[in-house]
């Protein structure tokens, strides 16, 4: 183990550790404190540059070999996340001002950033048990009203499953290949033993589960729900990112093939299609995004169909347009002082006469994320179609697309509800504050730079 | 400045305008309006550089600017005047003025929002006229639903969101099969020659099989048929039409339709040759369909707006007839067409707008005699009228006659690839549109007087000013249209050229080329 490679492969790692220390260091020596806000924007963006440096600079290399390894994608696909999770920390304020939110979303951010660097299934498993824990913790946290307790278990329990059902198919590879190592599931991927076969589909839905793909979504619309809104926030973009880059680490850049191509392609269209629909019914935005967002996690693993190569690439700019995008919405949504008519979409009508920034950061997110040209989130769905196109597919891009279509109508109608609608009578939000307006802004101009300049990201993953 | 940046500017004036209206303190409306209405005169008068310096002897792109822009797949900025759009451009720039104009005292409120609107859309609708990269033309054709969508919902009638979500859906159903098919296209591109790009250019040279081609025109067609709208597929523009705000019917009428048109001519029909050879007989037939079945709707409306709506229909089926016939004579009358057709629908929805602004009712019946209390607003009403039903000397009638000689000259070609009867069925559409504008015009002009909410006040300078600039541009297109038509000859021949060309892989070159999707 060579001491500098760990200090500078691990310096993204090592700065959360150091943010979480102070965190507690500061809950310990004064109870209500405002500077935990500061210290951990300071250390994710710190942690964020380090590892944005550490992409630019190329630097390649394994302290410790078999287990952790970091490349130039890995490395920005790490600064990515790290920034992203920048505007929900400065957005929390207006629902964390101090406390354990803090230490509690840097520890499951030390997890996400280890799954980018794993290369072998105990370190993913680390990884994905470090991002999980904490935020069974994060969806209690906003506790306000009954249904949280009841999410919060609900979604310990379905967590929990999927990471049995991961270390089973691990155990299982193990037992096939011996060898614990991520390569093994590419081999895996093609072998016709069946062993293998079984280990293959219990990471799969393992992911599936983790993700929220049908039909193993059941618990995340109440889990964003009972969750306070950073919390929500957190759930949607940087969790599943988290899955996403996981599942990326473990297929690697081997071909999908028959039967399993057709697992791959049947559930998340079925995700893409239902989390669509089901999404027009709901009442609220939160539980709109989760439909939502279980539909986008359904064009994630689409792009799992695609080349090998350009899978990780797909992945990782799907998620940031689609995470950039998400966190504006809830960044701009006003703050209330009930946590459930906060988001309720018919208190949102006529947002526009009210809080006309808001409601435009918001249209814009809703389009973005209905994959509308010219926001990001159209490239980032042209990149996943194109790849599985290219891979052959055409027949399943299609019905992919056309159910990308459904999802249409429930955007829309929440900028119906906000730019068309008379003002709702007794909305009650609070006027944006600063701090919120900030986190919009920042992620306005992300979105902003990754439309005008997308090859600039494309390039370096 | 060379041109290339006069086009920029052109372009991108719309956008700084939409940042200046954003800076602006709430409540100066009327700094917005003037602030709107410079930015759009001064776009025009740029634009008229750019027609001025339009050389109609060079082939290929003028003004151009190409930056890499995706490298990776192929995926670069680049815009460019040609033949094809220098026409359609000049239509835009030149209505821009005249809607900003129009609005001025029919839009009170949220006038900010509404000017960022026109603006967004205006830039939208030059950038799908004079890209030249298919990522970047489906990126600025999207666009242009979402200021289209607000302008309805937010400043239309009475069903406004039944209209506007309708128009979205309708329009994004095709979008999105064009963009299944736009990246299987640039694929096979890549896949075929080698080349990663999604130039038009470089588009052109895919060679696909005829079955590839068939599915590909069908999604293309599918997205322009429409936002044409071509029978079956036009029950939104009645409603969208109708539920708009005068701007928002202007700007649909006016060049948003042609969206569609242009898109044939400039992707769908020449990206395919072999598949729209064997379809024009059906594309033909559908074009005279809308001819005739258009006019027919228009002539039971009680509704002015939608007698306005199905003319449109009509209308713009003379266009399709004419880039099917793939004859120079109706090509070059199509793209007339289109421009004739933007100028006097945008006149006659104006004209709309402004007695609905003093009547408030479209309903047909409750008008009556206004040439008695309104002669001025008669006398432009049926000179526009007169020029929507082709009379010489108007736009409306150079388009149509030459659509009908090329359709004709096409029938009678030796593989007569339009059926003599489709052909004279076109002619019959000339009649019934003669028949329902002047019977139109006869109700709602002549006879006993009726003026809802009267007595009102005639036209004042501004609608003046409007309608003689626009009627100075039809008078233009139909008694001088040889400058006009000058500038797209070459591309009239392009176009032929790329119809008739095969695009199939030669039969030696089948056997090594890799899968495609019948053997996957």
Redesign the interface.
């Known amino acids: 183990m060579n001491f500098t490679a760990v200090s500078v492969a691990m310096a993204p790692e090592h700065l959360l550790l150091a943010g979480i220390v102070a965190l507690l260091v500061l809950e310990i020596a004064s109870a209500r404190s405002r500077a935990a806000l500061p210290i951990a924007v300071i250390f994710v963006g710190a942690a964020a540059v380090a590892a944005a440096l550490l992409g630019a600079s190329g630097w390649t290399g394994s302290p410790f070999p078999g287990q952790f390894v970091l490349t130039p994608p890995a490395a920005f696909a790490k600064a990515l996340v790290l920034a992203l999770a920048v505007p929900v920390l400065l957005f929390s304020r207006e629902d964390f001002g101090e406390g354990d939110f803090y230490p509690l979303l840097l520890a499951s951010l030390y997890g996400v950033c280890l799954l980018a660097s794993a290369q072998s299934f105990l370190t993913l498993f680390l990884g994905i048990e470090l991002m999980s824990i904490p935020v069974y913790v994060l969806v209690l946290l906003g506790y306000r009203r009954p249904e949280s307790a009841e999410a919060a278990l609900k979604y310990l329990v379905l967590s929990g499953t999927a990471s049995a059902s991961f270390l089973m198919g691990a155990s299982l590879l193990y037992g096939s290949t011996g060898s614990l190592g991520l390569a093994s599931f590419g081999g895996a991927l093609a072998s016709t033993d069946l062993l293998a076969r079984t280990a293959v589909v219990m990471v799969v839905s393992a992911f599936f589960l983790k993700a929220a793909i049908v039909p193993f979504h059941g618990w995340a619309p109440d889990a964003y729900e009972a969750a306070s809104v950073p919390s929500t926030a957190y759930m949607a973009v940087l969790v599943k990112a988290g899955v996403l880059i996981a599942a990326a680490r473990v297929f690697g850049t081997a071909p999908v093939a028959e039967p399993l191509a057709g697992l791959i392609a049947i559930l998340p269209i079925a995700s893409i299609v239902w989390g669509n629909l089901t999404a027009m019914r709901q009442p609220g935005l939160r539980r709109m995004i989760a439909y939502s967002s279980i539909a986008h996690a359904g064009y994630l693993f689409l792009a799992f169909l695609g080349d090998g190569p350009g899978r990780f690439q797909a992945v990782v700019f799907y998620l940031a347009t689609y995470g950039v995008m998400n966190l504006l919405a809830f960044a701009a949504l006003p703050a209330h002082d009930d946590d459930v008519e906060r988001d309720r979409l018919e208190n949102l009508k006529g947002l526009?006469h009210t809080h006309p920034f808001a409601a435009l950061a918001i249209g814009m997110a809703m389009?973005s994320l209905a994959g509308?040209?010219?926001f990001p989130g159209?490239v980032g769905k042209?990149l996943i179609?194109?790849n599985v196109?290219?891979a052959?597919y055409?027949?399943w891009?299609?019905i992919g697309?056309?159910g990308?279509?459904l999802g249409?109508?429930f955007y829309?109608r929440l900028?119906?509800f906000m730019?068309?609608s008379p003002a709702a009578a007794k909305a009650g939000h609070a006027p944006s504050r600063g701090v919120a307006m900030g986190a919009s802004l920042l992620c306005l101009a992300g979105s902003v730079a990754v439309a005008v300049a997308?090859?600039l990201l494309?390039?370096r993953l | 400045m060379a041109d290339s940046t006069v086009l920029s500017v052109v372009l991108y004036l719309p956008v700084a305008g939409m940042l200046a209206i954003a800076a602006l303190p709430a409540g100066r409306d009327g700094a917005v309006r003037a602030l709107t209405l410079a930015l759009m005169v001064a776009q025009f008068l740029l634009s008229l550089v750019l027609y001025a310096h339009f050389d109609p002897a060079t082939p290929g792109l003028q003004a151009a600017t190409r930056l890499?822009?995706?490298?990776?797949?192929g995926v670069s900025y680049l815009i460019g005047l040609d033949g094809y759009n220098i026409l359609l451009v000049m239509l835009t720039t030149f209505l821009g003025p005249l809607v900003t104009a129009g609005a001025f005292t029919a839009v009170t409120k949220q006038v900010k929002?509404f000017y960022a609107m026109v603006l967004l859309i205006q830039f939208a609708m030059l950038g799908t006229f004079v890209a030249q990269d298919l990522?970047l033309f489906?990126?600025?054709w999207?666009?242009m639903?979402?200021p289209m969508?607000?302008l309805i919902?937010?400043w239309g009638g009475e069903r406004?969101?039944y209209a506007?979500?309708k128009f979205?859906?309708y329009t994004?159903?095709g979008s999105?099969?064009m963009?299944?098919a736009v990246?299987?296209l640039?694929?096979s591109l890549w896949h075929t020659t080698g080349t990663a790009s999604f130039a038009f250019a470089d588009l052109y040279r895919a060679r696909l099989p005829l079955e590839t081609q068939q599915w590909l025109l069908a999604a293309f067609a599918l997205s322009f048929a429409i936002k044409v709208p071509m029978v079956p597929l036009h029950t939104w523009l009645p409603d969208a039409h109708v539920e708009a705000p005068t701007a928002g019917s202007v700007i649909l009428a006016g060049v948003l339709l042609k969206m569609g048109t242009y898109g044939f001519m400039k992707l769908g029909f020449p990206l395919f040759p072999d598949a729209t050879r064997l379809a024009v007989p059906a594309i033909s037939i559908l074009a005279v369909v809308s001819i005739v079945y258009g006019a027919c709707l228009a002539l039971v409306q009680t509704d002015i707006k939608k007698i306005i709506a199905y003319s449109s229909i009509s209308h713009l089926g003379y266009v399709m007839l004419g880039l099917a016939s793939v004859d120079l004579l109706g090509i070059q009358g199509a793209i007339v067409q289109m421009v004739s057709h933007g100028l006097v629908a945008a006149g006659l929805f104006l004209m709309v707008g402004m007695i609905y602004e003093r009547c408030h009712t479209r309903e047909l019946a409750a008008y009556g005699g206004l040439a008695k209390v309104l002669p001025v607003y008669s006398v432009f009403f049926l000179v526009l009228t007169l020029a929507s039903v082709g009379l010489p000397t108007t736009s409306g009638f150079t388009g149509e006659f030459l659509v009908l000689l090329g359709a004709f000259n096409a029938a009678w070609r030796e593989s007569a690839p339009i059926p003599v009867w489709v052909a004279g069925l076109a002619v019959s559409g000339v009649v019934l549109g003669a028949l329902y504008m002047l019977w139109f015009a006869q109700r709602f002009l002549f006879g006993a007087e009726r003026v809802p909410h009267g007595p009102v006040p005639d036209l004042d300078g501004r609608e003046r000013a409007i309608l003689v600039i626009l009627l100075a541009a039809v008078f233009w297109l139909g008694l001088a249209p040889d400058a006009a038509m000058k500038r797209t000859e070459l591309a009239a021949r392009e176009y032929q050229e790329l119809v008739a060309r095969r695009a199939v892989p030669a039969a030696t070159r089948l056997t090594v080329a890799a899968?495609t999707?019948a053997t996957?």
């Open positions: 526009f389009l509308i040209p010219p159209f042209f179609f194109r196109i290219a052959g055409t027949g891009a299609v697309l056309v990308s279509y249409i109508y829309l900028i119906q730019f068309m997308p090859g494309l390039s | 890499p822009w995706i490298p990776a797949w929002l990522f489906y990126l600025f999207e666009t639903l979402i969508f607000l919902g937010i406004r969101i506007t979500i979205f859906l994004a159903f999105i099969l963009l299944a990246i299987y640039a694929w899968p999707e996957r």
